[in-house]
């Protein structure tokens, strides 16, 4: 059985929907307060999978993901390298991703040895827009990134909720490498542009980009592609009476050979949440 | 506290891809709220870190914590405004704000937070307090500093330094609160003349009337109750300040409802009827409430606890609960609002032995945005309590990780004096907890140790209760106003709700209006009796006396009652999710409210006394038709050009830019979101929400509120609001066979006074709202499980009085048996056939046209037929047939008909499809062409069926009011009526029109 551990605890809040998830494809998660890996109540290596859900963490003060962030840098850090060297996946979701672009294990090194060095190197602020919005967005998957979080998918429509998801890299130098590294996983796209062709380097107008990311960056994996973040909700959209359009008759079906426990009402969410499980059962 | 004070600065990078959000967030505010253009704002977060870590140290891992290296630079120990590198050229003005000391300072928590995890050195005493800062650069010259200040600031709980012309920039500095010393509890001498006792009330904020003030003192004059307060040593013939604010609290309007609960003399000058009414409450709400619980089994707790609970289905209830929080929005919006939202998610938290909240509903109402006129003294203007009552709603709501799914902004001048804020909550439980006891019943036993949870006391919220009894004055106190800190509530829901489910919760309930004094002493009742220590409860500032720690309202704390063996689990728990949690009473069954300072006794209230000692008030109340010029529509008008106009109008213009910044989907559940359609911009009527993930059972919660029928006849406005609720469930397919009502009704004063000589009208109207909802809601057959009143919602008194009309928001919350056939307001394709369900009627009286009209100088009143229910049960069928269809998958268009009329009910369909619609009001109603076009008569729903499913349809639909409308084309809007074209519009410039006229954000760049 594959075991998924879901933090949860000092504001994280989509630890329910995230924990479902991996439940949805076939895994156990278990939600664990962070303080439980700290103390060792808990170790993180009965488990083969880590899920940072979105939330507040601490309020977002002093920046989005910084305060929990440190909490894992300086209380977990040992048991997060071991994690990461023990080539099991990692996600985070919006603050989850936040927390770990602070913690500096994504994007992680861009050369040398992939093994975590905890340095900061991006960074996720305040959107352009000076708002927090709950609105939804097209995604496009680089089809050539390492991530094992996204095999296979290609586009997907689902909500951001953030007020900092705006993708930062002061160096266009920095993010030359990881586009040639791939890990450029996901990006802002234009609805109407062509699957496959939707992805741009420019900045695309609000409300497209919805925070003005640099080159419309919505998601990156490191170098190992088992790390992965993004600040769009997947989970919001694992079943299709969740999408928007569904009394419309226009959510999108999802194609998939496994046979899914929604039937014809899954989402184009939960692949992600299976591609990982299914890795881990392949791999691991 | 440490006297090592170390400043740090914090300044967004320049550069390629950089840019300051905050400063030029404030750039574009002053642009739209006031037409004044900086060429640039720049802001500086700052903190004041009171701790043993020398300045150096701070200084090596700024970046560690303060500064994120990527994209902020950093000052330590100096002024970054004073630095030439990063501010090359000084700022025209520098405005700083901070917070006034004891005022809660929610960067600052989190940042000590952080400092422990850095330097565990710190010191148990540090402390750190945040500012921010913003430069502003190339403005008009005629703007001064103090007036941009004033703008930015709210004086009551914040400091401003402000720049002198342009040259100093002077530092905020840390401010230490004012040490206060203990001081012991006063004895109140109640043996003094009756005018005296009412100045004792008045002058300390007791909100207590005359005969209460005697019933007290006469409780003092009782041999037996002498007897027994010398046996503890307590003064035997007068209260303590403890006790007499004790009662205070837990007399007040606020906690009693005391005019509900009044016995009323009615009069009825239109049909001569004269009776005795004795309580409202138990009259027109309770008593039809309990007869339906007596008809079905899925009515599992009404009225006593926190929030009424229905079963849902066999391994879950739902509960839910609305209140406001009106008085203290007004004096700060952005707290004010704060404390409502994370406050009545306690009450869910506190339900039974405690409920997960899982959606939010927001429903404002204040007056007009763009308002130009005078304001009264005090008071801010419309536009800024809406950007603060949102952002702290938004705060709240979207920190605390609970979906806002449903809500209304409503407009009217009159709520300028006072706003209402009504913030509501959705929980779900398991109905049986791991241990097998049933969810929704507390289950105390004396000797059970009662904790307080989550924050410590502060002189926060002093007053609460009692002041939101009292009209709003230009000397309110701002002790009552609060900021809330959603992520203390947020470690204190996760381990409750972990609490629970190991079974170490025997009793729960919330700390709101009256604190320690009301929710101990209502959880007393239980078991008969209890025993706190004051000395024990912490304190966030040293010297409260023992009154104000008893009654302070200070947030985020909850009071839970643990069996005594269970005492260490629940302490470990709260430890390992750091929330704090203090033993500080005792359940007894001694029948006595018992009260210690250590070992000292400070108030000793007999139970029985304390909860049924407050007299009943005695009320007279007179209805009299109102006299109001009647409502004559202009001959020749140009229908298309007014709905336009109607659609810019705030009461129905969209509010999509405030509603958006509304986490709506955390959870993963919500299936109709605020906005619905091609565009995800077309109004959506009710939030339906699927919370178990993989299972698509449903939720449906709706609001309905319509105070300006008041004007002509409470009753009719009370009779909307809860059609209007009905409705919008029903078009989400709400099964109207299990559902329920939560009633929240906010009155200007009701008593006649001095300060309010039309006092018997206004308890009319209170008395006409009842009794309307008494036979619609036994019409509905829907029980109200839960409701609260606010009863003093007047600003000012004599001819700057200002009254809120009188306001009944309905909230319905019903089960859904499949989300997955649902409907949503969108038209869908072309070829669609379009019907309306229900009669259009001439009733035009305060309707949103006759006020537009009114307001316009084209009307001179706004008087005429008020929209009446005259036959609910009619539409009780009516609305179950077509929820039938809904839920078959037959409809998936519907959209309830309200505000505005058909016109503006089409516009808004069209939008949300961007599809025209042909459109003929021949027939469906016995109304004039504006009564079809622009009435507002109840009942009323439209509706889109596919033309091969109209069949099917008709089999459901058979014997009710069912009105072809027209079907769905392409482009445009037509309405016609038979051969006469009325209205002709683009529907992209309906969009345009009716999405710009609240929006407020000043755009993106």
Not at chain 2, 65 to 81: M, N, R, V
Not at chain 2, 463 to 484: C, D, K, M, R, Y
Not at chain 2, 634 to 660: D, F, G
Not at chain 2, 849 to 854: S, Y
């Amino acid at each position: 059985m594959v075991k998924v551990a879901v933090l949860f605890g000092f504001g994280i809040n989509c630890d329910h929907e995230t924990a479902a998830m991996f439940d949805l494809v076939g895994a156990t998660a278990q939600r664990i307060h962070t303080n439980k890996l700290v103390n060792g109540e808990i170790d993180l290596s009965e488990f083969q999978i880590l899920a940072v859900p979105g939330g507040f963490s601490f309020g977002d003060h002093l920046g989005s993901g910084r305060l929990l962030g440190n909490r894992l840098r300086f209380g977990l850090r040992d048991q997060l390298q071991a994690f990461v060297a023990a080539g099991k996946p990692i996600i985070g979701i919006c603050n989850g991703f936040q927390v770990l672009v602070k913690t500096g294990l994504l994007p992680g090194p861009t050369a040398g040895d992939t093994q975590p060095d905890f340095i900061q190197r991006a960074s996720l602020t305040l959107n352009d827009s000076g708002r927090y919005e709950d609105r939804w967005v097209t995604l496009e998957f680089d089809q050539n990134s390492p991530c094992i979080w996204t095999k296979g998918i290609e586009r997907m429509q689902c909500p951001v909720r953030h007020g900092e998801g705006k993708f930062i890299m002061p160096e266009s130098v920095d993010l030359d490498t990881l586009q040639e590294n791939n890990q450029l996983t996901v990006r802002y796209v234009d609805p109407t542009s062509e699957t496959g062709s939707g992805i741009s380097d420019d900045v695309l107008p609000f409300p497209i980009s919805p925070n003005g990311s640099m080159r419309n960056i919505a998601g990156i994996c490191d170098r190992t592609g088992l790390v992965f973040g993004l600040m769009p909700h997947p989970e919001a959209i694992y079943a299709r009476w969740l999408h928007p359009s569904h009394t419309r008759g226009d959510a999108p079906v999802v194609e998939s050979d496994e046979e899914s426990v929604l039937g014809d009402w899954e989402g184009e969410g939960l692949q992600i949440f299976r591609n990982a499980v299914e890795y881990v059962r392949n791999n691991l | 506290m440490a006297d090592n004070i170390v400043r740090v600065e914090v300044t967004p990078r320049r550069g390629e891809g950089m840019r300051d959000v905050r400063g030029d967030s404030i750039r574009r505010q002053l642009v739209t709220d006031y037409s004044i253009e900086f060429n640039e704002v720049r802001s500086i977060v700052g903190f004041l870190i009171s701790s043993e870590v020398p300045g150096q140290e701070i200084s090596s891992r700024v970046d560690d914590l303060f500064a994120d290296p990527i994209i902020e630079i950093s000052k330590t120990g100096e002024s970054i405004l004073a630095d030439q590198q990063y501010f090359p050229d000084k700022p025209e003005h520098s405005i700083t704000i901070g917070f006034k000391p004891g005022v809660t300072d929610n960067p600052g928590k989190a940042a000590l937070d952080g400092l422990h995890m850095v330097f565990p050195e710190a010191g148990m005493n540090a402390d750190i307090s945040t500012y921010i800062t913003y430069a502003f650069f190339g403005g008009p010259s005629d703007v001064e500093g103090t007036w941009l200040a004033n703008k930015l600031h709210n004086s009551l709980i914040e400091r401003a330094i402000v720049s002198n012309s342009g040259k100093d920039h002077p530092s905020i500095d840390y401010s230490l609160l004012e040490e206060v010393q203990y001081s012991p509890p006063s004895i109140i001498n109640l043996e003094i003349p009756d005018e005296e006792l009412i100045e004792l009330s008045d002058s300390g904020l007791l909100a207590l009337n005359l005969e209460e003030m005697t019933t007290i003192r006469d409780h003092y004059r009782d041999p037996e109750i002498r007897m027994a307060r010398e046996k503890v040593s307590i003064n035997p013939d007068s209260p303590t300040d403890v006790e007499l604010e004790c009662l205070a609290q837990t007399w007040s309007e606020h906690c009693k409802h005391k005019i509900f609960a009044a016995k009323i003399h009615h009069v009825d000058d239109e049909t001569g009827e004269d009776c005795i009414i004795d309580s409202l409450f138990k009259t027109y709400i309770m008593k039809p409430t309990l007869q339906m619980q007596e008809e079905v089994d899925w009515l599992l707790s009404v009225f006593h606890d926190n929030s009424g609970v229905i079963s849902w289905d066999d391994e879950w209830s739902i509960c839910m609960k609305a209140e406001t929080h009106n008085s203290p929005s007004a004096l700060d919006p952005f707290g004010g609002a704060m404390t409502g939202i994370v406050g009545v998610n306690r009450d869910i938290l506190g339900t039974g032995l405690g409920a997960r909240p899982i959606a939010n509903t927001d429903v404002f109402c204040f007056g007009p945005p763009d308002w130009d006129g005078d304001l009264p003294e005090n008071l801010f203007p419309p536009a800024r309590v809406l950007r603060g009552v949102h952002a702290g709603v938004r705060v709240g709501g979207n920190e605390s990780g609970i979906p806002t799914i449903n809500g209304a902004m409503v407009f009217d001048d009159r709520y300028i004096g006072k706003p209402l804020v009504y913030c509501g909550t959705l929980g779900i439980m398991p109905r049986l907890l791991p241990d097998g006891r049933e969810s929704h019943i507390k289950t105390p036993n004396a000797e059970d140790i009662v904790y307080m949870v989550g924050g410590k006391v502060g002189a926060d919220g002093i007053h609460g209760a009692t002041f939101s009894s009292l009209e709003l004055t230009e000397n309110s106190p701002s002790s009552a106003v609060q900021i809330g800190d959603p992520i203390t509530q947020k470690k204190m829901v996760d381990m409750i709700l972990e609490a629970r489910d190991s079974g170490l919760i025997t009793c729960i309930t919330d700390n709101g209006a009256g604190g320690l004094s009301s929710s101990i002493g209502e959880m007393a009742e239980y078991t008969g009796g209890c025993k706190i220590d004051l000395a024990k409860v912490p304190l966030k500032q040293s010297g409260l006396s023992a009154w104000e720690i008893l009654v302070s309202e200070s947030q985020e704390r909850m009071t839970v009652a643990v069996k005594p063996e269970d005492c260490a689990a629940f302490e470990s728990l709260a430890d390992l999710h750091e929330v704090e949690a203090t033993p500080v009473a005792i359940f007894t069954n001694t029948g006595i409210f018992h009260v210690c300072y250590g070992e000292d006794t400070v108030a000793y209230l007999p139970i029985e006394f304390l909860h049924y000692g407050v007299p009943q008030l005695q009320l007279e109340s007179r209805w009299t038709k109102p006299e109001i010029k009647q409502f004559i529509p202009p001959q020749n008008a140009n229908h298309s050009e007014m709905l336009l106009q109607m659609l810019a109008r705030p009461n129905i213009a969209s509010k999509e830019t405030w509603v958006r910044q509304y986490d709506h989907e955390v959870i993963a559940q919500t299936v109709i979101k605020p906005f619905v359609g091609v565009e995800r911009d077309g109004p959506g009527d009710a939030g339906l929400i699927a919370p178990i993930h993989g299972n698509p059972h449903g939720i449906v919660v709706s609001c309905g509120i319509q105070p300006r029928y008041s004007d002509i006849d409470a009753g009719a406005m009370a009779a909307a609001a809860i059609d209007e609720a009905v409705r919008n469930a029903v078009c989400a397919g709400v099964d109207v066979n299990l559902m329920a009502g939560l009633d929240n009704f906010c009155w200007p004063d009701s008593i006649e006074s001095e300060k309010t000589p039309d006092g018997k009208f206004k308890l009319a109207q209170l008395v006409r709202a009842n009794r309307e909802l008494e036979r619609v809601c036994r019409a509905y057959r829907l029980p109200c499980v839960s409701g609260k009143d606010s009863m003093k919602n007047d600003y000012g008194s004599g001819e700057k009085k200002i009254s809120i009309p009188p306001t009944l928001l309905f909230t319905v919350f019903g089960d859904q048996p499949d989300v997955r056939y649902t409907a949503t307001s969108d038209l869908k394709h072309v070829g669609e056939r379009l019907y309306i369900l229900g009669d259009s009627k001439e009733e035009l009286g305060a309707s949103e046209l006759a006020f537009m009209l009114n307001e316009n100088g084209q009307s001179e009143g706004i008087g005429g037929e008020v929209p009446r229910l005259n036959h609910p049960e009619k539409n009780l069928t009516r609305y179950q047939a077509l929820s039938e269809a809904i839920r078959s998958g037959l409809i998936r268009t519907a959209h309830d008909c309200s505000e505005g009329g058909l016109a503006v009910a089409i516009a808004e369909m069209c939008i949300g499809g961007r599809l025209g619609a042909l459109i003929d009001i021949d027939g469906i109603g016995s109304g004039s062409i504006y009564g079809r076009l622009w009435g507002e008569s109840l009942g009323r729903i439209i509706i889109g069926v596919s033309p091969h499913q109209e069949e099917q349809f008709f089999d459901i639909m058979e014997g009710h009011e069912l009105h072809l409308l027209g079907l769905v084309v392409e482009n445009n809007l037509s309405i016609v009526d038979g051969i006469d074209d009325l209205i002709d519009g683009e529907i992209e410039e309906m969009a345009t029109v009716w999405k710009e006229a609240l929006d407020m954000t000043g755009g993106v760049s």
